[in-house]
């Protein structure tokens, strides 16, 4: 699951509504793997949102923050039966919960929502030409983003952004190419993830730039507006000429 922890959160409220103070409890359990020693247990006792104590599994004790802190971890602390339950609750509490959601959610593989391919600045190098390949909505994270010119895989002057979490579990990733045009030459953004059955490949249409697209149809849609319009007037003068009287002058 890479190096970065996951985890999941366990809050206990107490709240004195007449004076408002809150005082709450925060159980962490972050992991890399279902492995028991993956996990680390953690819980955090506040006061009006300030943590004042903390037991940390990787610690092994209590720790205190501020007077009041210390104070009730060394009590803890010297309660041995406590301690002992406080060691206990990374494998009684967070193994578990982690086991179910590996079985549930982490092993489950979402394949890309939507895959883009579009022409961008180039940020000014000896390049004339980029191009950005986005993927958004996938998961598990890992995944491979490759460039093809001429169905041959090029590494040079492609950089890559890492996944990005949106946080709601999926990732998005962006690649870009930069280079400067070949007569005839195709260029494609080619994706490869586990929830894929064939590698996704996307080429690059080259025969115009996206802006001038955008601008020619742009003024395609000003052109047929402008001719509907011409058409409703004259139809319009064609019948108020056929309603006039004429009258006759001497």
């Known amino acids: 699951m890479a190096s970065s922890f996951l985890g999941f959160s366990l809050l206990f409220l107490s709240l004195n509504a007449a004076d408002g103070f809150m005082e709450y409890y925060l159980w962490r359990c972050e992991f890399t793997s279902s492995e028991l020693k993956d996990i680390k247990f953690t819980l955090s006792y506040y006061f009006n949102k300030k943590e004042y104590a903390r037991f940390s599994s990787s610690v092994g004790k209590h720790v205190g923050f501020d007077k009041h802190g210390i104070y009730n971890a060394?009590?803890?602390?010297?309660?041995?039966?406590?301690?002992?339950?406080?060691?206990?609750?990374?494998?009684r509490y967070c193994k578990p919960n982690i086991d179910i959601d590996?079985?549930?959610a982490l092993t489950k593989k979402v394949e890309p929502s939507l895959v883009?391919?579009?022409?961008?600045?180039?940020?000014?190098?000896?390049?004339?030409?980029m191009l950005m390949c986005s993927v958004y909505d996938f998961f598990p994270k890992n995944i491979s983003v490759k460039w093809l010119r001429d169905g041959k895989v090029t590494t040079?002057?492609?950089t890559s952004t890492e996944e990005l979490a949106d946080g709601d579990w999926y990732y998005q990733i962006h690649s870009h190419l930069e280079f400067t045009p070949r007569s005839?030459?195709?260029?494609?953004?080619?994706?490869?993830?586990?929830?894929?059955?064939?590698?996704l490949i996307k080429d690059w249409d080259p025969s115009l730039p996206e802006s001038?697209?955008?601008?020619?149809?742009?003024?395609a849609s000003g052109l047929i507006l402008g001719l509907i319009l011409s058409l409703a007037g004259f139809i319009y003068y064609k019948r108020k000429m056929k309603g006039r009287i004429l009258v006759p002058t001497n």
């Open 102 to 104: 590996y079985s549930i």
């Open 184 to 199: 005839g030459e195709k260029i494609s953004c080619v994706v490869e993830h586990i929830s894929l059955s064939d590698a």
């Open 156 to 158: 040079s002057d492609v």
């Open 212 to 219: 001038e697209r955008n601008k020619i149809a742009i003024g």
């Open 74 to 91: 060394e009590r803890w602390n010297n309660n041995t039966a406590f301690l002992a339950q406080m060691r206990a609750e990374k494998e």
């Open 116 to 129: 883009t391919l579009r022409s961008v600045t180039p940020p000014g190098g000896k390049h004339t030409h």
